[in-house]
């Protein structure tokens, strides 16, 4: 039977080199993080001094995404766009850990009165991705999505303490001096003495490191084969975080960790 030779079908689309291409999508994240971080409207020689990139390469890329719907602009200046909501939603409905951890916070933020939250680390930052609020008038309120140190607070030290040596020394070498929110420096040494008890007791407490009036203890969710995952943690005021409810907290912290990582797996 004849069979025609096979005709070669190129894209109509010419892409550059993957090299360049992929150095242009690194770009536009950049320049997405910029304006993330930022938390409001910035202009192009704003975003090219903080991305590091001529100014005619964040003007191309800008508009790259402003036209997908990533980024809108107006009288000049570039904020992040209603496009970026649908893969927000997206990660919080479908991604397996923040699945498995909405109903064991609901559970924690029940029995402890106060707001649960799961933070996943991402460079030398940590990020709310889900939380339950508490149902006091005077709640600890926080945002999912929002951007945190590592350095300071019970979560922070929790996915810090988790960190390889060497990424660990980059962390504390960009921090530089670790100020609490009271004024008092934490040495690097204390610091390092501080994991090393986190890592032996599964237990990490905040009081009025980051913030004043507030009280946290976390605990790691750790994924056999992977390590940590996340910190769960569990936060209030120092008027009812007491320190025999802190000591209840931590028991009750551990096993909701315990219980993410199970209902992780499961979902996996």
Known sequence: MFEPEPVERRSIVEYPPEGGSVRSVERALDLLVALERA???????????????PKATAQRLLTVLERRGFLQKEEGRYQLGAGLVPLARAFLTGNSLTRSALPVLEELALLSGETACLYVRQGFDRI?????????????????????????????????????????????DQVGPIRLASGR??????????????????????????????????????RRGRGTIAAVAVVGPPSRMTQEKVECLSVEIRGAAQRMAEGYHLHW
């Open 39 to 53: 938390g409001g409207p910035l202009g192009v020689s704003e975003l090219g001094r903080l991305t590091g990139m």
């Open 128 to 172: 709310v991705v889900q939380r339950v609020e508490s149902n006091h008038p005077m709640r600890y309120t926080i945002r999912v999505g929002q951007r945190l140190p590592l350095h300071v607070g019970a979560a922070g030290r929790v996915l810090a303490a988790a960190m390889p040596v060497e990424e660990l020394r980059q962390l504390l």
């Open 185 to 222: 420096i934490v040495s690097r040494e204390e610091f390092l003495a501080g994991l090393e008890e986190i890592r032996g007791r599964g237990i990490a407490i905040s009081r009025e490191e980051r913030d004043t009036g507030v009280v946290s203890v976390a605990a790691p969710v750790v």
